[in-house]
């Protein structure tokens, strides 16, 4: 018995088949103007990284401000995976700073 309330045909006015709807996007390569635009924060993205290994909260903090304001100068379609990123470092920024406090009210 069919459920009436569905009908069973998913594409019926011409769009891209099933196959193409759930195909993953291969994104471009950025172009010379592009990948120039996004050295600095490029840049400032590994200065934040090296803090972090470091446990140099303060310096961390520092670049991750800095490396935002790159972002926000440059074009939402060039920045969406250090976006991410970003707030991945944010996250183990506070967790550093919660341990190390935690650390310190141990010890003393």
């Known amino acids: ?7 069973r045909v998913h594409l019926l006015t011409g769009g ?9 996007v291969k994104s471009a390569p950025f172009s010379r103007r592009q990948q120039e635009a996004r050295k600095p924060l490029l840049a400032l993205m590994e200065d ?5 290994e470091r446990g140099d909260w303060a310096s961390a903090r ?3 401000s800095a490396a935002w304001d790159e972002v926000n ?3 939402d379609n060039l ?10 470092y944010k996250r183990r ?8 406090r935690a650390r310190r009210a141990g010890q003393g």
């Open 16 to 24: 891209p088949d099933w196959e193409q709807r759930r195909a993953t």
């Open 93 to 100: 920024i506070v967790a550093g700073e919660a341990h190390h």
């Open 79 to 88: 920045t969406t995976e250090e976006r991410k990123q970003l707030w991945r």
């Open 73 to 75: 100068r440059l074009a």
């Open 48 to 52: 934040l990284r090296e803090a972090v």
């Open 1 to 7: 018995m069919t459920h009436r309330s569905r009908p």
């Open 62 to 64: 520092a670049a991750r």
